[in-house]
């Protein structure tokens, strides 16, 4: 059975760090491509970066490109998004994705 996992969430400063994780089972994530989206209170799923499958290419969405970073671990089989220069606006319940298959999420709030 397919399935992700997320974790790494919490609260944090604006101007703080996380860095999520994905963990992936049932299927090796290195031969997919592989996505974070999120979703805020009241709002649309809005996707946020993409990594695809067979090499290390990367897109971001304009609203994080240059304070997240997508990256993954094959040996571990895991997804990552290191998130740099938090804002408020940054809060929000956090997917991973292939394809269809979407994972419980992690909440990231980010609070003074």
């Known amino acids: 059975q397919e399935q992700l996992v997320e974790s790494g969430g919490g609260l944090v400063q604006p101007g703080g760090s996380l860095r999520l994780s994905c963990v992936a089972s049932g299927f090796t994530l290195s031969m997919y491509s592989a996505s974070w989206v999120r979703q805020a209170p009241g709002k649309r799923l809005e996707w946020v970066s993409t990594i695809l499958s067979g090499g290390e290419s990367t897109t971001y969405a304009d609203s994080v490109k240059g304070r997240f970073t997508i990256s993954r671990d094959n040996a571990a089989n895991t997804l990552y998004l290191q998130m740099n220069s938090l804002k408020p606006e940054d809060t929000a319940m956090y997917y991973c994705?292939?394809?269809?298959?979407r994972g419980q999420g992690t909440q990231v709030t980010v609070s003074s």
């Open positions: 994705r292939k394809g269809v298959l």
